[in-house]
Nanobody, 115 residues
Framework: QVQLVESGGGLVQPGGSLRLSCAASGIIFSAYDMAWYRQAPGKQRELVASITRAGRTNYTDSVKGRFTISRDNPRNTVYLQMNSLKPEDTAVYYC?????????WGQGTQVTVSS
């Protein structure tokens, strides 16, 4: 059974930082491309950052220079370090694992940026 379990969300003030984690089980983690998505109320889910099996990263323009995605294959975990958070970063954050036609999602973790 495949499971992706996100953690690390919460309430933070503007300008603060959070680190999200996504622990995977039931898959050969190193063989999957991983990504973080987010969905704000009333908006479509959007790709935030991705990291390939080879470690290549990609970011949506709004988070470049503030967020960093990384992976730890021995720990089957992908991270999203979020710095200089803004109210517009408020959303539920989801991790996703992709391998050709296989796609798995986590249940999401809430991030709220507010003073």
């Amino acid at each position: 059974q495949v499971q992706l379990v996100e953690s690390g969300g919460g309430l933070v003030q503007p300008g603060g930082s959070l680190r999200l984690s996504c622990a995977a089980s039931g898959i050969i983690f190193s063989a999957y491309d991983m990504a973080w998505y987010r969905q704000a109320p009333g908006k479509q889910r959007e790709l935030v950052a991705s990291i390939t099996r080879a470690g290549r990263t990609n970011y949506t323009d709004s988070v470049k220079g503030r967020f960093t995605i990384s992976r730890d294959n021995p720990r089957n975990t992908v991270y999203l370090q979020m710095n200089s958070l803004k109210p517009e970063d408020t959303a539920v954050y989801y991790c996703k694992a992709d391998q050709f036609y296989r796609h798995y999602w986590g249940q999401g973790t809430q991030v709220t940026v507010s003073s």
